[in-house]
């Protein structure tokens, strides 16, 4: 166990440590207020000598001893003024120089920033020590002369690039300059005009040297990337924009009077995807527009001077720069009015028919066109039922072994729609005669009847005379009249002989039967197999004239005729003749009669 003696030599002790520590802390503070007042009396020494750097550090170095107040208040004020300018530089110091080496140019920009706001700052302040102090401080850590060197190397590097061409990323070199404080450049004007005139003589002199190797696209491409960037950068480029125009209207307007069409519509699709860089009223947009425009009329004459393929073609061309999907549409009605026969070309292109039968206005079709195919024994029908459906098309094999004639007869259904007439070698009589009717709401042929007679000639709409039929009229002449069941049987006309005549030729029709409709100019169609006619007396009778595989002069020439020749007419559509020449068929301008 400890004693009670013991314990009362510890008490003592531990009170002689304290004393003695209070003792030395005592005297501790005691010598650092002394070196404080003397530091202090050091530095304002300095102070009066003028020497304001080595009185702001010795006053600094006065602060870090802890101890009595001492020195005036507000010279003590002023001094650790000196000391907040000189950390705040060193700070900026510290801050820049890393910046500068590793070419930081926001940072570099920042540091400079701030550096000539807490400048100005300094400067506002009353004490004029303050500012000379500043002064000496920056000067010391070579902060204006480290950033001039930099900027400095920034513009005459720049310079040379652009002077060269070779700028290897133009949007660095741009903000490098715009980041450059003004008064590197003698101020926001000075330098405002000196950056145009370098920018301007970079860009003439790249515009130059792309438009020698580059093609159109890449040239307005980068020329375009160029005035983005200026704009980026918030420098005017009202100057490269005119010299882009210049350049672009120079070679638009080239391929323009060289009728270069795909090189125009090349051009103006590349430049008005760049219409967001350019004037709002630039010129060659203008020009593209006028031109365009032009070009759309001139499809519009073809059309008008039924030159389709012409008309089409230009329309196609243009498609790269509008929608020419509603002016096709246009053309093509036009042109399927005039020649119904492309609707049987669009639907059967690899089909050969001869012959073909176009028309309008019957059976709710407003323009249709029928093609016979002697050897595969069918008859095709298509057909457009108003301006905004879509064709319709169908066809109609027949059963029979020989060689068919194809009439539009004078005969109506129900509809007031005249009767397709087919004649075919009979079995039993001479011929066989089929009616039928194109249902476009069916997409298909109704056949209405079928009759084997020696003779069937068509009266009017609802009535035909029929000679020797199988059944009731055998031996007769008997009238027939046309209804909803067909054929039917009405009256004996007079009684036949038996005679032992030799079948007739089916492709040769009955010298009574009545022939095709006439609508719209066409004439009467003339069946397979009849005779050449001749033409009418013509003043340029005796020479030959130029055979069209179509109806316009459009369509390729296939051969030549010559007026005095008797030629076979199969069909007569819009001022034109199809004619069958050489054991082929083409088509002839109609010839104008004499006086």
């Known amino acids: 166990m400890i004693s009670s003696y013991q314990k009362s030599l510890w008490s003592r002790n531990l009170m002689l440590v304290l004393v003695v520590a209070a003792v030395i802390g005592v005297a501790l503070k005691i010598g650092w207020s002394l070196q404080k007042i003397k530091l202090y009396d050091q530095a304002q020494a300095y102070y009066e000598a003028k020497d304001l ?61 701030s550096y000539q706001s807490f400048k100005r700052e300094v400067e506002g302040r009353q004490e004029a020590q303050a500012a000379t102090f500043f002064q000496t401080i920056s000067t010391r850590l070579g902060l204006e002369k480290g950033w001039s060197a930099y900027y400095q190397q920034a513009i005459q590097k720049a310079k040379a690039q652009m002077q060269s061409l070779q700028v290897s990323d133009q949007q660095a070199l741009i903000h490098t300059l715009v980041l450059v404080p003004d008064e590197f450049f003698g101020g926001t004007e000075k ?39 200026y704009r980026q950068e918030g420098i005017s480029s009202d100057w490269l924009q005119k010299q882009l125009e210049r350049y672009a209207k120079g070679e638009i307007g080239r391929v323009i009077r060289q009728n270069d069409l795909p090189g125009f519509v090349a051009m103006a699709k590349a430049y008005r995807q760049i219409q967001n860089v350019l004037p709002d009223k630039s010129e060659v947009l203008a020009t593209i527009e006028t031109h365009l425009q032009s070009l759309i009329e001139q499809a519009e004459k073809y059309a008008k001077q039924h030159k389709f393929t012409k008309a089409t073609d230009l329309y196609q061309e243009l498609s790269g720069l509008l929608d020419t999907s509603s002016l096709l549409a246009g053309v093509d009605e036009l042109w399927t009015q005039f020649d119904p ?42 057909a457009k039922p108003t301006e905004n459906e879509a064709p319709v098309s169908f066809d109609l094999a027949l059963d029979i072994d020989t ?17 397709l007439l087919v004649s075919s070698v009979g079995k039993e009589r001479a011929y066989i005669y089929t009616g039928v009717v194109p249902q476009l709401s069916k997409n298909s042929f109704d056949t209405r009847f079928v009759i084997e007679a020696d003779d069937l000639t068509v009266e009017d709409a609802a009535r035909v005379i029929v000679k020797n039929a199988v059944g009731p009229g055998e031996n007769e002449l008997a009238s027939f009249e046309f209804g909803r069941k067909g054929l039917e049987y009405v009256e004996k006309l007079e009684d036949l002989q038996p005679e032992h005549e030799e079948p007739a030729d089916p492709s040769v029709p009955s010298a009574t039967e009545e022939e095709g409709d006439s609508q719209n100019g066409q004439g009467t169609p003339e069946l397979p197999g009849t005779p050449s006619v001749e033409l009418p007396h013509t003043p340029s009778a005796g020479h030959s004239v130029d055979v069209y595989a179509g109806p316009g002069k459009e369509y390729k020439v296939i051969g030549q005729v010559s007026l005095d020749s008797s030629i076979q007419v199969v069909t007569d559509l819009n001022g034109w003749y199809q004619i069958q020449f050489d054991g082929k068929e083409g088509w002839i301008e109609t010839p104008k009669t004499a006086n």
């Open 341 to 382: 026969s492309r609707l049987l070309q669009q639907k059967y292109p690899d089909q050969a028919f001869d012959p073909v039968f176009t028309g309008s206005d019957h059976w709710g079709a407003k323009t249709y066109a029928i093609g016979v195919d002697q050897k595969e024994r069918r008859i095709y029908f298509a």
């Open 403 to 419: 060689d068919f004639t194809f009439t539009l007869s004078k005969l109506e259904d129900d509809h007031d729609s005249p009767v």
């Open 53 to 113: 750097v080595k009185a702001e550090e010795t006053f600094a170095k006065a602060n870090e001893h802890a101890g009595i107040e001492y020195g005036d208040e507000a010279w003590t004020t002023q001094m650790s003024g000196l000391t907040d300018i000189r950390e705040e530089l060193g700070s900026l110091s510290r801050q820049a120089q890393p910046a500068i080496k590793d070419n930081r140019e926001e940072e570099v920009l920042q540091t400079y920033r």
């Open 191 to 229: 330098k405002a005009q000196e950056l145009e005139t370098h920018f301007r003589r970079y860009e003439t002199a790249k515009l130059q040297e792309r438009a020698d190797s580059l093609s159109f696209l890449d040239v307005i491409t980068q020329t375009a990337k160029s005035i983005e960037l």
